[in-house]
């Protein structure tokens, strides 16, 4: 069974570069099953998809954060991480990487983190 | 394409309650649907995975169906438990590898 685990600053300020960990164990991460995911869910609101990569380091991304946001994979530290730039005060929320069982346009998240709450705050 | 949902529904212990997800364009069959439990202060939980199907230990109270001629697919719990309250998303997929998530509805049971 698979554990993720969220790292990064739980703070940012406004304009500067969120960046958070996602460290991943109990399988592996170059597994040809699986897809990485990042998720947010602002206080009180519901789930938002930000992006997902493949082992092989091809990432899809929500075309409403497309411009400000970088995955990326690291199989020899068993991680993969997020960025995003430019931010404001509406991406303040609980960040959740998850695993993606499952093929392209397919498959459901089986494992999550347990989320990280990142406010943007000068 | 996005995935709407009502924003809450309640019903009593012991009774049935359903949850819809209606896809605003292209065929609700054209990808798998998956269902999510959210609990207050926890990650979500995947209660129903491809249009129907249930992961190990999730309840056979939780079921999953797609309906073609209104575009939708349900989430539908019976013999209700009030530890089935919390937030329910669907999800699904556009056909380039995006995730959509529905809007979520709150399930309360009183």
């Known amino acids: 069974h698979l554990q993720l685990q969220e790292s990064g600053p739980g703070l940012a300020k406004p304009s500067e570069t969120l960046s958070l960990t996602c460290s991943v164990s109990g399988g592996s991460i170059s597994s040809t099953t699986y897809y990485w995911g990042w998720i947010r869910q602002p206080p009180g609101k519901g789930l938002e998809w930000i992006g997902t990569?493949?082992?092989?380091?091809?990432?899809y991304y929500n075309p409403s954060l497309k411009s400000r946001v970088t995955i990326s994979i690291d199989t020899s530290k068993s991680q993969f991480s997020l960025k995003l730039n430019s931010v404001t005060a509406a991406d303040t929320a609980v960040y959740y990487c998850a695993s993606r069982k499952g093929a392209y346009s397919s498959g459901w998240y089986d494992s999550w983190g347990q989320g990280t709450l990142v406010t943007v705050s000068s | 394409f996005m995935l709407t949902q009502p924003h809450s529904v309640s019903e009593s212990p012991g009774k049935t309650v359903t949850i819809s997800c209606t896809r605003s364009s292209g065929r609700i069959a054209s990808n798998y649907v998956q269902w999510y439990q959210q609990r207050p202060g926890s990650s979500p939980s995947t209660v129903i995975y491809e249009d129907n199907q249930r992961p190990s230990g999730v309840p056979d109270r939780f079921s999953g169906s797609i309906d073609s001629s209104s575009n939708s697919a349900s989430l539908t719990i019976s013999g209700l438990k009030t530890e089935d309250e919390a937030d329910y998303y669907c999800?699904?997929?556009?056909?380039?590898?995006?995730?959509?998530f529905g809007g979520g509805t709150k399930l309360t049971v009183l």
């Open positions: 999800q699904s997929y556009e056909s380039i590898n995006l995730v959509v």
């Open positions: 990569i493949y082992y092989s380091g091809s990432t």
